[in-house]
C-alpha cells in the first residue's frame, strides 16, 4: 500500500514536469532559462521531533453490560479484593470471607460461589493513559523540479526510520456489580445462609482491576515511518547573483506505518486480559478473577492508521560552487493518527478487546544536507 501511494505521489509530481523536449513555454522546458538548473537533488541529515502529547485510550469488550456469569471456583483472596468495601453490606462480607480465610479457607467453592451480574467492562476512557511517538533520524533525500528561478517542486523522501512509541500510564478494568452466593449445610455455607438471612444475598463488586503499564519496558511498540511530502517552495534571490537565497514552502505528507511490533510484556498482559474476558462468557468469572487461562487462544494485533497531513518549511539554500550547494530547513506538519489494539480468539476469530487512540504527531523536522543541480 505504502509503495503504491509513495508512486501515485512522484507520479504526480512528475506529471507536472516537461516531458517533451519541444515545449516552448519558459516555464516548462527542460533547457536551463536564465541561467538556473531545472533539477537538483540533496542528501542529508533529517531529525523529527514529535510535539504532541498522549491521548486517552479507549477500550471495549465483548463483555455487555449486566452479563451474568457463574463465578464457580475461586480463591478467597480474589473475592475479597473485588468486594466494594465502601459499602456497609461489603464490609460485613468481608469480613465474612477475611474469618473463612483465617481457618484456612483458601478457595470458595463453586457450589457457593453463585452468580456474578458484571458492569463496566463493556467500554470505558483510560484518563492519564496513551501513546507517544518519539524522536527519530534518518537519512532524507529532496527532489526539486524548477519551474522558473524562484518557484519549485520538492519531493520529499528519505529512508523509512524504525519509530519507538512510549507508552503513558496504566490500563485498569473498572469492574463492578454484584454477586449472589448460595447458601448449604456446610459450615461456610450456614455462614453465608446467615448473612444473607441478615442483609440480603447479594455481594457488591468493585475493582479496578490491573491490566498493562504502557510504560514497561521503555517503549510500548516500535513501527517504521513512511512520510514522504511533495511542497511547492518559492526561494528569494537569484541564481548567479546570490550564493545565500532561503526559501519558503507549503505542501502535503502522507503518513504511512507498517512493520508494527509490540512490547512483549504488554501483549502478554493483553493475552492474559483476553482470557479473562473469555472465562466470563464461559461461566467463570471466578477464573477471570485468578486471571486464570480460558478456553481462547488470545492473539494481539496491533495496527496504525494512514494519514495526510499539511506541511509548512523555511529553509535556506548556500551555493559553494555552481552545481553544489548546502541546505537547511525546518518544517512542520499538523499530523495525527489512530493505534488500533485488538485482541481476538484465534480459535474462533472473536474479537475479545478492542482498544484505540489518537497519536498526535505534530512533528518538528529538521533537515541538512548537500545537494547538486543539474
Known amino acids: 500500500m505504502m509503495k503504491k501511494s509513495f508512486a501515485c505521489m512522484i507520479a504526480t509530481g512528475l506529471c507536472a514536469l516537461p516531458t517533451l523536449s519541444f515545449a516552448d513555454s519558459p516555464y516548462f522546458s527542460l533547457k536551463d532559462g536564465d541561467g538556473f538548473k531545472r533539477f537538483s537533488v540533496s542528501a542529508g541529515w533529517l531529525h523529527a521531533m514529535p510535539q504532541g502529547s498522549a491521548n486517552p485510550i479507549n477500550i471495549n469488550t465483548s463483555v455487555a453490560e449486566g452479563t451474568k456469569s457463574k463465578v464457580g471456583d475461586v480463591s478467597t483472596d480474589a473475592v475479597m479484593n473485588a468486594i466494594n468495601r465502601d459499602n456497609p453490606k461489603g464490609e460485613l462480607w468481608y469480613n465474612l470471607f477475611n474469618t473463612y480465610k483465617s481457618l484456612g479457607g483458601k478457595e470458595l467453592p463453586g457450589a457457593l460461589s453463585g452468580t456474578a451480574t458484571i458492569n463496566g467492562?463493556?467500554?470505558w476512557e483510560q484518563q492519564g493513559?496513551?501513546?507517544?511517538?518519539?524522536?527519530?533520524?534518518?537519512?532524507?533525500?529532496?527532489?526539486?523540479?524548477?519551474?522558473?528561478?524562484?518557484?519549485?517542486?520538492?519531493?520529499?523522501?528519505?529512508?523509512?526510520?524504525?519509530?519507538?512509541?512510549?507508552?503513558?500510564?496504566?490500563?485498569?478494568?473498572?469492574?463492578?456489580?454484584?454477586?449472589?452466593?448460595?447458601?448449604?449445610?456446610?459450615?461456610?455455607?450456614?455462614?453465608?445462609?446467615?448473612?444473607?438471612?441478615?442483609i440480603g444475598a447479594d455481594i457488591p463488586l468493585k475493582q479496578d482491576i490491573h491490566i498493562t503499564d504502557l510504560s514497561q519496558g521503555g517503549k510500548a511498540a516500535t513501527a517504521r515511518a513512511w512520510l514522504p511530502a511533495v511542497e511547492l517552495h518559492y526561494q528569494?534571490?537569484?541564481?548567479?547573483?546570490?550564493?545565500?537565497?532561503?526559501?519558503?514552502?507549503a505542501g502535503?505528507?502522507?503518513?504511512?506505518?507498517?512493520?508494527?511490533?509490540?512490547?512483549?510484556?504488554?501483549?502478554?498482559?493483553?493475552?492474559a486480559a483476553g482470557h479473562m474476558i473469555q472465562n466470563?462468557?464461559?461461566?467463570?468469572?471466578?477464573?477471570?478473577?485468578?486471571?486464570?487461562?480460558?478456553?481462547?487462544?488470545?492473539?494481539v494485533k496491533l495496527k496504525a492508521t494512514d494519514t495526510f497531513a499539511p506541511i509548512v518549511t523555511l529553509g535556506a539554500t548556500y551555493d559553494f560552487k555552481p552545481n553544489w550547494f548546502a541546505v537547511g530547513s525546518v518544517s512542520?506538519?499538523?499530523?495525527?493518527n489512530e493505534a488500533k489494539i485488538y485482541v481476538t480468539d484465534r480459535n474462533t476469530g472473536k474479537e475479545l478487546i478492542r482498544?484505540?487512540?489518537?497519536?498526535?504527531?505534530?512533528?518538528?523536522?529538521?533537515y541538512v544536507g548537500i545537494g547538486y543541480r543539474f
Open 121 to 123: 467492562l463493556s467500554q
Open 129 to 198: 493513559s496513551g501513546l507517544e511517538a518519539a524522536n527519530v533520524d534518518t537519512i532524507g533525500l529532496m527532489f526539486n523540479y524548477n519551474f522558473t528561478d524562484n518557484l519549485s517542486l520538492e519531493i520529499k523522501g528519505g529512508i523509512p526510520p524504525k519509530v519507538d512509541i512510549n507508552g503513558k500510564g496504566s490500563v485498569n478494568a473498572p469492574l463492578s456489580g454484584n454477586a449472589v452466593p448460595i447458601k448449604d449445610d456446610s459450615i461456610l455455607g450456614k455462614l453465608v445462609g446467615s448473612l444473607i438471612g441478615q
Open 236 to 249: 528569494f534571490g537569484k541564481t548567479g547573483v546570490n550564493k545565500f537565497r532561503p526559501y519558503v514552502g
Open 252 to 271: 502535503v505528507m502522507y503518513a504511512y506505518f507498517n512493520s508494527l511490533k509490540i512490547n512483549p510484556a504488554i501483549e502478554s498482559d493483553l493475552i
Open 355 to 366: 482498544a484505540n487512540t489518537k497519536i498526535d504527531i505534530d512533528p518538528l523536522i529538521t
Open 332 to 336: 512542520y506538519s499538523k499530523m495525527n
Open 280 to 299: 466470563i462468557h464461559d461461566n467463570q468469572a471466578g477464573a477471570a478473577l485468578d486471571r486464570k487461562t480460558s478456553s481462547a487462544d488470545p492473539v
